[in-house]
């Protein structure tokens, strides 16, 4: 195409010689779960702004789990009607994806947020400030930790009841990134869920410098990160002259139809590609926390308030997954042959990476981050067996991770001392015999993790591990029982702390939840045991749901 | 000229930028160097661009100056916290969390 091509585009709008434009075509009903959650975060800006403060919990909660459940009830009626297998197909004029993968992860990021918020609507674990109940977050984010200005908002019975709005808005991201369907919604859906993800990792009551320390290291790497992702998207939209999926797809494998000059040229330069997609992998390999690109998360999910981890943990790393899947099984199923051995050294690395740095830790927050990736790895097992299988186990495996993690999350904010939560193992010793409820409820979270059978972890890991046996992938596999074996070590270490060693005179206390921390454990036990016990129905719902349109 | 210059000059500023968010030690110097490697990016759309004859890049080097405008906003008002309550913004002094 001669040179002057882009400016005749500015010039032949400017005089006129065009039609007019026509407008979008936005299929609103079938972007509802989105629209849902994205409008009422911005009613709960709203809130923010026009309610009495003392009426602003109050109203922010029932908001915040009407929108969700609201959305979760569209997303079931889409998949009802058909969208997630026949009538999967791609709206608002190519930007998003509405199929089986989208809706079920739209689904899991849905359910798992609604317990999310149960656990950062909890309000009775500390104890009363001034006569005031006090949740997780801090009295004012703005003023200095230890100030003046501090104590006065915290006598004011001030409390940072945005975390509500910003985890909507998170979930408004985490719904768009598994279903985007160009590079450019890709990242701004990125962007769009992480951003409020630092902000809420600043706003701990409790350890604010250690919060607000993990949310610069959170935020700094973020954006490295993503800047790196932007570059790759460059990198690839120079090679295919375009960000659309399908476009660059077709490019990819050769099967494009009308080349032109420009794009013939550039079509040759692997370089362009394979650097292109490395970059955008590395991008989202950093959100899924994986080896070598995880060094964020121990820091982070010690530092953020332990409701806000349980979030992250959870919702990002189905969001990731899910547009990882779609960037390998869409965009570059042509070069599956370039990609397979990286994610495989990627894969083996974070399986045993996590497991192995896991048994060192004696913080219960950074050891649940080592398992988180360690469970990136099992999962990274599933997405290199490229075949449909590989898909399905993928979903089941993140729908059975999430509600694990929320809910082991949400145990460690119950067991406290005077400086909040105890999070340092060595008090947790002797937890079995102090209060037997609150340990067997974390010692089954455990065993999900270390996947021992009639758990929901035990489920998913051989789903993975099966699909990717099946992929050719069986050296993954072998690594991936070794590292579990290492992985249940300090999971059985931590049981075994907590009901074989005499209980300290000194141990922190269980605090007793009010209804909502109750209700979220008790979802993550239910989905525990019934995807531990009976699998069979969310396996072929995954299996279901387990094609991408393209 | 040739545009792929152009290329080059986007890619030597994105390694200048992320040489930067390595080296230096103040959060807002390595703040700045990660927008310069979302400047490189820019560059990048616009030349390829330029080179394919379709709009799309110049229209996501739109999507990314916002993007960035949204990225400062938040992470200044991170980094301001953090100066505010231990007077300093190094990176290296945020060491609460060593194993």
Same mark, same amino acid.
């Given at each position: 195409?001669?040179?002057?091509?882009?400016?005749?585009?500015?010039?032949?709008?400017?005089?006129?010689?065009?039609?007019?434009?026509?407008?979008?075509?936005?299929?609103?009903?079938?972007?509802?779960?989105?629209?849902?959650?994205?409008?009422?975060?911005?009613?709960?800006?709203?809130?923010?702004?026009?309610?009495?403060?003392?009426?602003?919990?109050?109203?922010?909660?029932?908001?915040?789990?009407?929108?969700?459940?609201?959305?979760?009830?569209?997303?079931?009626?889409?998949?009802?009607?058909?969208?997630?297998?026949?009538?999967?197909?791609?709206?608002?004029?190519?930007?998003?994806?509405?199929?089986? @993968?989208?809706?079920?992860?739209?689904?899991?990021?849905?359910?798992?947020?609604?317990?999310?918020?149960?656990?950062?609507?909890?309000?009775?674990?500390?104890?009363?400030?001034?006569?005031?109940?006090?949740?997780?977050?801090?009295?004012?984010?703005?003023?200095?930790?230890?100030?003046?200005?501090?104590?006065?908002?915290?006598?004011?019975?001030?409390?940072?009841?945005?975390?509500?709005?910003?985890?909507?808005?998170?979930?408004?991201?985490?719904? /768009?990134? @598994?279903?985007?369907?160009?590079?450019?919604?890709?990242?701004?859906?990125?962007?769009?869920?992480?951003?409020?993800?630092?902000?809420?990792?600043?706003?701990?009551?409790?350890?604010?410098?250690?919060?607000?320390?993990?949310?610069?290291?959170?935020?700094?790497?973020?954006?490295?990160?993503?800047?790196?992702?932007?570059?790759?998207?460059?990198?690839?939209?120079?090679?295919?002259?375009? =960000?659309?999926?399908?476009?660059?797809?077709?490019?990819?494998?050769?099967?494009?139809?009308?080349?032109?000059?420009?794009?013939?040229?550039? #079509?040759?330069?692997?370089?362009?590609?394979?650097?292109?997609?490395?970059?955008?992998?590395?991008?989202?390999?950093?959100?899924?926390?994986?080896?070598?690109?995880?060094?964020?998360?121990?820091?982070?999910?010690?530092?953020?308030?332990?409701?806000?981890?349980?979030?992250?943990?959870?919702?990002?790393?189905?969001?990731?997954? +899910?547009?990882?899947?779609?960037?390998?099984? &869409?965009?570059?199923?042509?070069?599956?042959?370039?990609?397979?051995?990286? #994610?495989?050294?990627?894969?083996?690395?974070?399986?045993?990476?996590?497991?192995?740095?896991?048994?060192?830790?004696?913080?219960?927050?950074?050891?649940?981050?080592?398992?988180?990736?360690?469970?990136?790895?099992?999962?990274?097992?599933?997405?290199?067996?490229?075949?449909?299988?590989?898909?399905?186990?993928?979903?089941?495996?993140?729908?059975?991770?999430?509600?694990?993690?929320?809910?082991?999350?949400?145990?460690?904010?119950?067991?406290?001392?005077?400086?909040?939560?105890?999070?340092?193992?060595?008090?947790?010793?002797?937890?079995?015999?102090?209060?037997?409820?609150?340990?067997?409820?974390?010692?089954?979270?455990?065993?999900?993790?270390? +996947?021992?059978?009639?758990?929901?972890?035990?489920? +998913?890991?051989?789903?993975?591990?099966?699909?990717?046996?099946?992929?050719?992938?069986?050296?993954?596999?072998? &690594?991936?029982?070794?590292?579990?074996?290492?992985?249940?070590?300090?999971?059985?270490? =931590?049981?075994?702390?907590?009901?074989?060693?005499?209980?300290?005179?000194?141990?922190?206390?269980?605090?007793? @939840?009010?209804?909502?921390?109750?209700?979220?454990?008790?979802?993550?036990?239910?989905?525990?045991?019934?995807?531990?016990?009976?699998?069979?129905?969310?396996?072929?719902?995954?299996?279901?749901?387990?094609?991408?349109?393209? | 000229?040739?545009?792929?210059?152009?290329?080059?000059?986007?890619?030597?500023?994105?390694?200048?930028?992320?040489?930067?968010?390595?080296?230096?030690?103040?959060?807002? &110097?390595?703040?700045?160097?990660?927008?310069?490697?979302?400047?490189?990016?820019?560059?990048?759309?616009?030349?390829?661009?330029?080179?394919?004859?379709?709009?799309? +890049?110049?229209?996501?080097?739109?999507?990314? #100056?916002?993007?960035?405008?949204?990225? /400062?906003?938040?992470?200044?008002?991170?980094? &301001?916290?953090?100066?505010?309550?231990?007077?300093?913004?190094?990176?290296?002094?945020?060491?609460?969390?060593?194993?």
């Amino acid at each position: 195409m001669s040179s002057s091509a882009v400016h005749s585009l500015w010039t032949t709008a400017a005089e006129g010689k065009l039609d007019k434009i026509p407008a979008p075509h936005i299929e609103y009903a079938q972007l509802a779960p989105t629209l849902i959650v994205l409008g009422a975060a911005l009613i709960g800006v709203l809130v923010e702004a026009f309610v009495p403060r003392r009426s602003r919990y109050y109203v922010q909660v029932f908001l915040s789990v009407v929108a969700l459940a609201a959305a979760f009830a569209a997303v079931v009626g889409l998949a009802a009607g058909g969208y997630g297998t026949t009538k999967a197909h791609i709206a608002a004029m190519g930007a998003i994806a509405v199929d089986g @993968p989208a809706l079920f992860l739209q689904g899991t990021i849905l359910l798992a947020s609604v317990v999310a918020v149960f656990t950062f609507a909890e309000r009775r674990l500390d104890p009363e400030a001034h006569g005031n109940r006090v949740d997780s977050f801090a009295a004012q984010a703005a003023s200095v930790p230890g100030s003046d200005s501090e104590q006065a908002a915290v006598k004011a019975g001030f409390t940072t009841t945005e975390v509500f709005p910003l985890a909507l808005f998170a979930v408004s991201g985490m719904l /768009v990134f @598994p279903a985007a369907n160009d590079l450019l919604t890709l990242f701004v859906a990125l962007e769009v869920f992480s951003l409020p993800l630092y902000l809420l990792c600043a706003l701990a009551r409790r350890k604010r410098l250690m919060s607000q320390e993990a949310a610069v290291k959170y935020f700094l790497l973020g954006a490295f990160s993503s800047a790196f992702l932007l570059f790759g998207i460059a990198l690839l939209y120079g090679y295919a002259g375009s =960000v659309s999926y399908a476009t660059i797809a077709d490019v990819v494998s050769g099967s494009v139809q009308n080349v032109d000059p420009a794009l013939a040229g550039t #079509m040759g330069n692997d370089a362009l590609l394979l650097i292109g997609g490395a970059m955008i992998l590395m991008g989202l390999l950093f959100k899924v926390g994986a080896v070598p690109f995880h060094m964020w998360t121990p820091d982070v999910y010690q530092g953020a308030p332990t409701p806000v981890t349980g979030f992250m943990a959870a919702a990002t790393k189905v969001a990731a997954f +899910g547009a990882l899947l779609r960037l390998l099984y &869409v965009v570059l199923p042509g070069m599956s042959w370039d990609w397979r051995p990286v #994610m495989w050294g990627v894969a083996i690395i974070t399986m045993l990476g996590g497991a192995v740095v896991a048994i060192t830790q004696t913080d219960i927050k950074r050891l649940l981050a080592y398992s988180s990736i360690a469970h990136a790895g099992f999962i990274l097992a599933g997405v290199i067996a490229t075949n449909a299988d590989g898909i399905s186990s993928v979903l089941f495996y993140l729908g059975a991770y999430s509600f694990v993690t929320i809910g082991a999350f949400a145990v460690v904010t119950l067991v406290r001392d005077a400086g909040g939560e105890a999070t340092h193992l060595s008090k947790w010793a002797g937890l079995g015999r102090r209060s037997p409820l609150v340990a067997a409820v974390f010692a089954v979270f455990l065993l999900a993790f270390a +996947g021992i059978p009639l758990t929901s972890g035990f489920s +998913g890991k051989f789903a993975v591990f099966k699909a990717a046996a099946e992929g050719g992938a069986g050296a993954l596999v072998v &690594v991936g029982v070794i590292s579990s074996a290492v992985a249940a070590f300090f999971y059985i270490r =931590v049981i075994v702390l907590m009901f074989f060693s005499e209980p300290k005179a000194d141990g922190p206390t269980v605090a007793v @939840p009010s209804a909502l921390t109750t209700a979220a454990i008790g979802v993550g036990v239910a989905v525990t045991l019934v995807l531990g016990v009976a699998p069979q129905y969310f396996l072929d719902l995954a299996h279901n749901a387990s094609v991408f349109v393209r | 000229m040739n545009p792929v210059n152009y290329l080059y000059l986007a890619a030597l500023l994105f390694t200048i930028g992320a040489a930067g968010v390595l080296i230096r030690r103040n959060a807002i &110097v390595v703040f700045m160097c990660v927008e310069l490697m979302l400047n490189a990016c820019n560059l990048a759309f616009v030349c390829f661009s330029r080179l394919h004859g379709n709009l799309d +890049g110049q229209i996501i080097a739109f999507f990314t #100056m916002v993007v960035a405008a949204a990225e /400062v906003v938040v992470g200044l008002a991170i980094i &301001v916290s953090l100066f505010r309550s231990r007077h300093s913004a190094s990176v290296d002094d945020a060491s609460l969390m060593k194993l």
